[in-house]
């Protein structure tokens, strides 16, 4: 017999890949009834067909085997246009809890009040989610997605270090306003994620500043940087980006794009920047 927690993440991964009984079966060369049977727990699982299975479905053999296999959404980025931000595209369980994290807080939220705000029951929402921890883990998915694409995009609009860097630090500050919410959870709950969550963010985040860095340390070779530490620099202007969702408002006398212009500018002269003379 399969463990229960398998046949039902099976089900779940293939749920969230948008994939059908028989679209799955038709990949894995088997019957329906053979997967039908494997999400239902009727038949043992080998490891080289969890492993198949896992393969199809974008997920790890070890997340089938301990159930993990939630909905780790990835936005979509439209014409690729950095600088536009149309609404996420999240379900409604991750919109809710991007709003009740924000109102009260992780620690004061219950998997009951997120279901409420989503209009669901608190069966529905364990369904799709099994825990409070696993709707945490996807926002700071999101988050982060958004940040590391919009920043690459960015950087490479323009190949010269230094408008490279402002192009970047603007991404990054646009980030920050235009997600606010989204922003200042992963700001403010990055010690609620669990192991090995917590370390694979966190690897996340440290590749945001070693972008930075790169780019800086280039600018630094070229003399248009003359910041003695420029990595002690670039992480005080990305702690200065990340910082936006505490004070910035929508409602303010200052736009995203303003916001994110003056942070380009303020990041530069943080640098060192030296205009080169023709």
């Known amino acids: 017999m399969t463990e229960p927690a398998v046949g039902a993440a ?15 079966a038709g990949r894995l060369e088997v019957s329906v009834g053979t997967m039908s049977a494997i999400e239902n727990n009727k038949v043992a699982v080998t490891v080289e067909r969890l492993n198949a299975v896992a393969a199809v479905l974008g997920v790890t053999a070890g997340a089938l085997l301990a159930g993990d ?3 780790r959404p990835t936005p979509a980025r439209g014409d690729d246009d950095w600088r536009h931000f149309a609404d ?10 991007v709003e009740v994290f924000t109102e009260t807080g992780y620690h004061g939220a219950t998997m009951r009040v997120v279901a409420g705000a989503a209009g669901i029951s608190v069966a529905g929402i364990y369904h799709h ?8 883990v996807a926002l700071f998915d999101v988050m982060m997605t958004e940040v590391h694409w919009r ?5 490479d609009e323009n190949p010269h270090p230094v408008p490279s860097f402002a192009l970047m630090v603007e991404a990054l500050a646009l980030c920050h306003t235009h997600r606010r919410d989204l922003a200042f959870i992963a700001a ?9 969550d917590r370390t694979r963010v966190a690897d996340s985040r440290r590749r945001v500043q070693q972008h930075l860095d790169v780019v800086a340390a280039d600018a630094v ?7 003695p530490n420029p990595h002690n620099t670039g992480r005080a202007i990305a702690t200065m980006c990340m910082a936006l969702p505490y004070w910035y408002s929508p409602g303010g006398p200052q736009s995203p794009a303003e916001v994110a212009a003056e942070y380009a500018e303020l990041a530069l ?5 030296r205009v080169q003379q023709n």
Request: avoid cysteine; charge should be negative; aromatic fraction near 4%.
């Open 10 to 24: 099976v089900r779940r991964a293939r749920e969230n890949a948008g994939m059908t009984l028989r679209d799955l």
């Open 69 to 71: 296999t939630f909905v």
């Open 88 to 97: 996420l595209d999240l379900d409604p369980v991750l919109a809710a809890a």
């Open 129 to 136: 989610y099994r825990s409070k921890q696993q709707l945490l």
């Open 151 to 155: 920043m690459s995009a960015a950087a």
């Open 188 to 196: 403010t709950e990055m010690r609620s994620l669990e192991e090995p």
């Open 221 to 227: 070779a070229a003399g248009e940087f003359t910041t």
């Open 269 to 273: 002269a943080m640098m060192g920047h």
